[in-house]
């Protein structure tokens, strides 16, 4: 059972927006920043989003993240086949001491 | 380019350790920590830990204190992640990623992972 919650699967269909939920609480997302990596089928997981909506050089703006409460989202706009993956939020969590992540969510694009 | 290079895959019977290794260049190894996480097979990702490669000091998940123990040579830019008493649900791929963490009073704490090794498989069986 993941610290934090997240829809086991998404998906869409090409050029739509799709949306992920991240859902924790007020001692990890309520009070610190969370974080987005893709992880492409076979490969190491690669940082989308952090500081809950900024982006790394060189990731698409078709990503956005964003945070309210204790909840944050991962929105993708412009759907794109390569987009296909696993998707995992994650944030400092300041009863644990650790950094949590959520179970991931896998986008399928149909 | 920032790069993180992992030993290979191991295999290991219940109960013996394992070290893996994280070699980095690209960056100033002493200017930002390595965290470690694993995912076992067809589950999520699991924080392990943290090592600070500026003073090596550390910060365990909780559920594996006292059977990890990682560490970092500065001189080679590696970080290294040892798991004792090895148990078949540690059988999972171990992943090595620069941390790049900080706090603002406002935000609170910001640690994310900017780059990662390919990851190492380690298979516990006996």
């Known amino acids: 059972q993941s610290v934090l919650t997240q829809p086991p699967s998404a998906s869409g269909t090409p050029g739509q927006r799709v949306t992920i939920s991240c859902s924790g609480s007020?001692?990890?997302?309520?009070?610190?920043?969370v974080n987005w990596y893709q992880q492409l089928p076979g490969t190491a997981p690669k940082l989308l989003i952090y500081?809950?909506?900024q982006r790394p050089s060189g990731v698409p703006d078709r990503f956005s993240g964003s945070k309210s409460g204790t909840s944050a989202s991962l929105a993708i706009s412009g759907l794109q086949s390569e987009d296909e993956a696993d998707y995992y939020c994650?944030?400092?969590?300041?009863?644990?001491?650790?950094?949590?992540f959520g179970g991931g969510t896998k986008l399928t694009v149909l | 380019q920032v790069q993180l290079v992992q030993s290979g895959a191991e295999v290991k019977k219940p109960g013996a350790s394992v070290k893996v290794s994280c070699k980095a260049s690209?960056?100033?190894?002493?200017?930002?920590?390595i965290s470690w996480v694993r995912q076992a097979p067809g589950q999520g990702l699991e924080w392990m830990g943290w090592?600070?490669?500026?003073?090596?000091?550390?910060n365990y998940a909780q559920k594996l204190q006292g059977r990890v123990t990682m560490t970092t040579d500065t001189s080679t830019s590696t970080a290294y992640m040892e798991l004792r008493s090895l148990r078949s649900d540690d059988t999972a791929v171990y992943y090595c990623?620069?941390?790049?963490?900080?706090?603002?009073?406002?935000?609170?704490?910001?640690?994310?992972?900017?780059?990662w090794g390919q990851g190492t498989l380690v298979t516990v069986s006996s």
């Open positions: 990623a620069r941390d790049r963490a900080y706090y603002d009073i406002l935000t609170g704490y910001s640690i994310s992972f900017d780059y």
């Open positions: 690209g960056y100033t190894f002493t200017s930002y920590g």
């Open positions: 090592i600070s490669a500026y003073n090596g000091n550390t």
């Open positions: 007020s001692s990890n997302i309520g009070s610190n920043t």
């Open positions: 500081s809950n909506n």
């Open positions: 994650a944030a400092w969590d300041d009863s644990l001491n650790a950094v949590v």
